[in-house]
């Protein structure tokens, strides 16, 4: 898990002006919480904090926020993790983050992405891959988490799945997603059926035979002559 330093300044105006105010300058308001203290409003640097988001892995970073209270410069070291941001929907800029407090010597919980490796024998086959599990939840000290669980579907044939007990998590940390979860499976090849002609239908001519003649109004023998009526067979 990568790890930087930030600087936070204590945010004493709330409400949406404030808030509106502070993006104009260029910071992004954004509140700590966690280990049992009480959520402290702060504003961060927004081309900082989205550079440690794009940079390092997302939001699997570690930060040491250096929250400065007043004009004097000291500031009150934290050790944090970003638990949730919110964007601008069309500009995707960033709007508010929360951060949470941790402990160095505390596991955490974290999702970490599940990235695949290599190309499925089933692919070479004509096989159709799909990632259904994109990332997994572990648990491990805050230092250890991986930035990404590497996953090699080489050996991956038609009509089999790898599942989350097939991923080789590093040592210290540990799985918390069900291992019988499937994680990529590699599909049969799909099959098109061919439309069937028109023409070949049931009770239809096949192609090239003649059509059917009419049959005269007042029928017709087997040999095509007239049937006489009864009055003409005497």
């Known amino acids: 898990m990568e790890r930087v330093t930030l600087e936070a300044r204590v945010r004493h105006g709330l409400g ?7 993006r104009r ?13 009480q959520p402290r409003a702060v504003a961060v640097e927004a081309r900082a904090l ?6 390092h892995a997302g939001r699997n970073v570690l930060i040491d926020l250096d929250v400065v209270n007043g ?12 638990k949730d941001t ?10 508010h983050v929360d951060f949470h407090a941790i402990s160095l010597t505390d596991t955490i919980e974290m999702s970490v992405p ?6 499925a024998k089933g692919v070479s086959e004509g096989g159709i891959l799909e990632h259904h599990m994109r990332e997994v939840r572990v648990e491990c000290l805050p230092t250890q988490v991986p930035d990404e669980i590497v996953l090699d579907v080489t050996d991956l044939l038609v009509g089999r799945s790898l599942h989350a007990g097939d991923l080789r998590v ?8 069900s291992p019988d979860e499937v994680v990529v499976t590699c599909l049969a090849p799909r099959v098109h059926e061919e439309a069937v002609p028109a023409a070949v239908v049931e009770g239809a001519p096949a192609e090239g035979a003649p059509a059917a003649a009419p049959e005269p109004v007042g029928g017709t023998t087997a040999v095509g002559k ?3 009526a009864e009055s003409q067979k005497s």
């Open 114 to 119: 599940v990235v695949l490796k290599g190309t």
């Open 16 to 22: 949406k002006g404030a808030a509106r105010s502070l």
């Open 86 to 95: 919110q964007r601008d929907i069309f500009h995707r800029r960033l709007l």
């Open 25 to 37: 300058d260029g910071f992004v308001p954004g509140v700590v919480y966690g280990r049992g203290r």
């Open 170 to 177: 590093p040592e210290g940390v540990k799985l918390l997603s």
């Open 50 to 55: 989205d550079a440690a988001l794009h940079t």
């Open 226 to 228: 007239p049937k006489l």
């Open 71 to 82: 004009g004097d410069g000291a500031g009150e070291p934290t050790t944090v993790i970003v």
